[in-house]
């Protein structure tokens, strides 16, 4: 354990503590290549102003402080006003990072972030709280990242990593909705191969630029990786919640999805690579109060289960399955829709206007959907073939109803080879 008060820090909140910083990561660094010893740095409880550069991060290296609002990095450019200045970065294009050149066996706790004195001319994808790419070994845990004007946690790659109890707030404050990045919580997938074993936990996302949690696949041709999972986190108030724009079998599991503006949960080719995610479980959620749509799936080949989960009260559609123009769009296999409570939505509790094969609505409960503008509780307005509708439990309570169809197939639609069973559908009480 170094502190970095005995090496040059002053942590007053005016003096710019970043070339000294910079100067004990290289210390530190240069002794942990030479006996191969991971060694961390104390930043007692203080304020640390990082001005006009950010830190080149080294590997075998952690940081730690006393605690969010004890320990504050304070970020600033007032020396370098089109400088994006995040805490500590490592990138492939600025500095080589790659599966044989990564950071190792760190740890990043205790600590706040404050990006609100950042100013820059326009948006910038490094202005960062961390950025760090090709991560091995990572903990992240304990964090307070807020008012970047960029992703306050927007590390990519991260094999063998979990990051924990993570706050990231009004992060991506320049961005205008579709930048790259800008999320609390943004983080590009793929560069370790076909698995990538990273779980996120227990973080929470308010009002951020784009998403609160994404998971991005960074090129084209990667393979999308298994071995990710959201547990227990909290997304509300962002443009999206949380997105899955490029894994394979994305586990999302307890989290709760609230007044984001676009979409609580979104699988869609939104990303830079306009590839979405496959094969993924969303679980036990809670998706509430979204402006637009509660889930919404789409440029998928399939795969996707959405189970045991209040979908209810967005102003779109509870559940809609269509493509983003631009981006994949063939039929998707697989999806089920099993389990969940799906109520009082703006428009239909399921909408379904992108083709599917083989898919499964099995055992929901659906009532009061169309408060906005009148619905249905399942609307299908593409080609469904095979699918299986089994259990559903269709009706509306109110008086006047609002849902005022159960099954409804548009001119558009059409249901080839469907197989129906116990399907209870009232449009009214």
Not at 70 to 92: C, D, E, K, M, Q
Not at 108 to 129: N, Q
Not at 156 to 171: K, M, P
Not at 287 to 306: F, H, L, M
Request: net charge negative.
């Amino acid at each position: 354990m170094v502190d970095a008060r005995e090496h040059g820090l002053a942590g007053d909140g005016r003096t710019n503590d970043q070339p000294a910083l910079q100067r004990l990561v290289d210390e530190v660094g240069d002794a942990v290549e030479r006996d191969g010893i991971p060694r961390t740095i104390h930043c007692p409880a203080g304020v640390y102003a990082i001005q006009d550069a950010g830190t080149v991060w080294r590997s075998g290296v952690s940081l730690v402080g006393d605690g969010p609002a004890a320990t504050r990095f304070v970020l600033s450019n007032p020396g370098a006003p089109t400088t994006a200045t995040p805490l500590a970065f490592f990138t492939t294009l600025q500095h080589g990072a790659s599966t044989g050149r990564c950071i190792a066996d760190v740890t990043f706790a205790a600590f706040e972030i404050d990006g609100s004195a950042i100013t820059l001319p326009s948006y910038d994808v490094l202005a960062k709280g961390l950025g760090l790419q090709y991560v091995l070994r990572g903990t992240f845990h304990d964090l307070h990242i807020h008012d970047t004007p960029a992703t306050g946690f927007g590390c990519d790659f991260l094999q063998d990593t979990t990051v924990a109890r993570v706050l990231a707030e009004h992060c991506g404050r320049l961005d205008t909705g579709w930048e790259r990045g800008g999320a609390g919580i943004g983080i590009g997938v793929g560069g370790w191969g076909d698995v990538e074993r990273l779980t996120i936990s227990d973080c929470v996302t308010l009002r951020n630029g784009t998403n609160g949690i994404f998971l991005e696949l960074q090129q084209a041709d990667w393979t999308r990786p298994r071995g990710i999972r959201v547990l227990g986190c909290h997304a509300q108030g962002n443009f999206y919640g949380i997105s899955d724009w490029g894994a394979d079998g994305l586990v999302v599991s307890g989290c709760t999805m609230i007044e984001n503006h676009v979409a609580g949960f979104d699988v869609s080719g939104q990303g830079t690579t306009h590839i979405a995610g496959r094969y993924g479980v969303v679980s036990g959620c809670v998706i509430d109060d979204n402006v637009g749509e509660g889930v919404s799936i789409g440029n998928t080949p399939g795969g996707y289960a959405v189970a045991s989960s209040r979908i209810s009260r967005n102003g779109g559609h509870g559940y809609r399955q269509h493509n983003l123009p631009g981006a994949r769009s063939l039929p998707a296999c697989d999806i089920v829709i099993e389990g969940n409570d799906i109520w009082d939505n703006g428009r239909d509790g399921i909408r379904i206007d992108g083709s599917l094969v083989d898919a499964f609505l099995v055992d929901n409960r659906i009532r009061g959907n169309g408060l906005r503008e009148g619905g249905a509780g399942i609307t299908i307005n593409a080609r469904v073939e095979g699918a299986t509708l089994r259990g559903q439990r269709i009706w509306d309570r109110r008086d006047p109803p609002t849902q005022h169809s159960g099954l409804r197939v548009t001119a558009r639609g059409s249901l080839v080879n469907t197989a129906f069973s116990d399907l209870d559908a009232v449009a009214t009480a």
